[in-house]
């Protein structure tokens, strides 16, 4: 079974930066474009980055310019690193295939932006 999980999220004051990881089980690059999405209260789980297999990336524009999504195939891992945070990130960030597959949604990594 596939199965990913995230890291790196945490408390960070408005301006400041994140690099969040996600691991996944087995080697699944290949078959399936990869994306974070993330859920704050009172809204729906939305993608905020993604990367296909061919390695081209596509960003909301709510996050252009200050998130980059990459990948490491070695270590079967995908990143999202986050500059420039403001309080309106504050969400659980989750990685998945895009389209999402349900059974692959992990527990999340919480990013909280706040002075």
């Known amino acids: 079974q596939v199965q990913l999980v995230e890291s790196g999220g945490g408390l960070v004051q408005p301006g400041g930066s994140l690099r969040l990881s996600c691991a996944a089980s087995?080697?699944?690059?290949?078959?399936?474009?990869m994306g974070w999405y993330r859920q704050a209260p009172g809204v729906e789980r939305q993608r905020v980055a993604w990367?296909?297999?061919?390695?081209?990336?596509s960003y909301i524009d709510s996050v252009k310019g200050r998130f980059t999504i990459s990948r490491d195939t070695a270590k079967n891992t995908v990143y999202l690193q986050m500059n420039s945070l403001k309080p309106e990130d504050t969400a659980v960030y989750y990685c998945?295939?895009?389209?999402?597959?349900?059974?692959?949604w992990g527990q999340g990594t919480r990013v909280t932006v706040s002075s």
């Open positions: 990367i296909t297999r061919s390695g081209i990336t």
């Open positions: 998945n295939t895009v389209p999402e597959q349900v059974s692959y």
């Open positions: 087995g080697s699944i690059f290949s078959r399936s474009h």
